[in-house]
């Protein structure tokens, strides 16, 4: 069984090759079920081909948003014959992560500044730069607009908070 490895979002193709195992000219209609079928195109519906002639159908894919595992399977039907072929579309999580503070409170002064350290860490397959935002009062900001982390390591940035005279959140 074929299987491939993708990354949430990414698209690519199977192939498989139908072949007229008969004496005589004869018709397929092709469909695709299974768990991914949802995720694939096929290049063609209906083939005909000559007796021991064969031809390429290809399965256009794009990986679905969840990680997992997808089941594709092509079924291939004449007047007097129905068969199938399996294939794998293995979703990674390339793109997982996690942010964590030391604390998730903090009381806090007008007119003082407090560094909150955050942590964001990466635990998809893959290396990613992270884009940093923030919403909330104004007397908050970020030290820095992105950060870089490899796959299974952490990178480190600081939220600032510095409220004014009278300022409230």
Same mark, same amino acid.
């Given at each position: 069984?074929?299987?491939?490895? &993708?990354? !949430?979002? #990414?698209?690519?193709?199977? =192939? ?9 000219? #004869?018709? $397929?209609?092709?469909?695709? /079920? ?6 694939? +195109? ?6 005909? %081909? ?15 948003? #969840?990680?997992?595992? $997808? =089941?594709?399977? @092509?079924?291939?039907?004449?007047? /007097?014959?129905? /068969?199938?072929?399996? &294939? ?7 793109? #997982? ?8 409170? *903090? ?6 500044? +407090? ?14 730069? *992270?884009? %940093?935002? %923030?919403?909330? !009062? =104004?007397?908050?900001? @970020?030290?820095?607009? /992105?950060?870089? &982390?490899?796959?299974?390591? +952490? ?7 510095? !409220? ?6």
């Amino acid at each position: 069984e074929e299987s491939k490895s &993708v990354c !949430p979002g #990414d698209s690519g193709k199977f =192939d498989f090759i139908v072949t007229n195992e008969g004496e005589f000219r #004869d018709s $397929y209609l092709i469909k695709v /079920s299974g768990v991914g079928a949802e995720f694939v +195109t096929l290049s063609q519906n209906i083939l005909e %081909l000559d007796p021991k002639q064969s031809q390429i159908v290809s399965a256009f894919f794009n990986a679905p948003a #969840d990680s997992g595992n $997808y =089941d594709i399977v @092509l079924i291939v039907e004449s007047f /007097s014959k129905k /068969s199938s072929d399996k &294939v794998n579309l293995i979703v990674n999580a390339c793109y #997982d992560y996690s942010l964590v503070s030391e604390k998730n409170f *903090y009381s806090v002064c007008d007119r003082s500044t +407090t560094v909150v350290p955050i942590s964001i860490n990466n635990k998809g397959s893959i290396a990613n730069n *992270y884009d %940093l935002s %923030l919403s909330g !009062p =104004d007397f908050g900001a @970020l030290e820095q607009s /992105s950060v870089s &982390v490899n796959s299974g390591g +952490t990178g480190n940035f600081n939220l600032i908070i510095s !409220p004014n005279y009278g300022d409230v959140g």
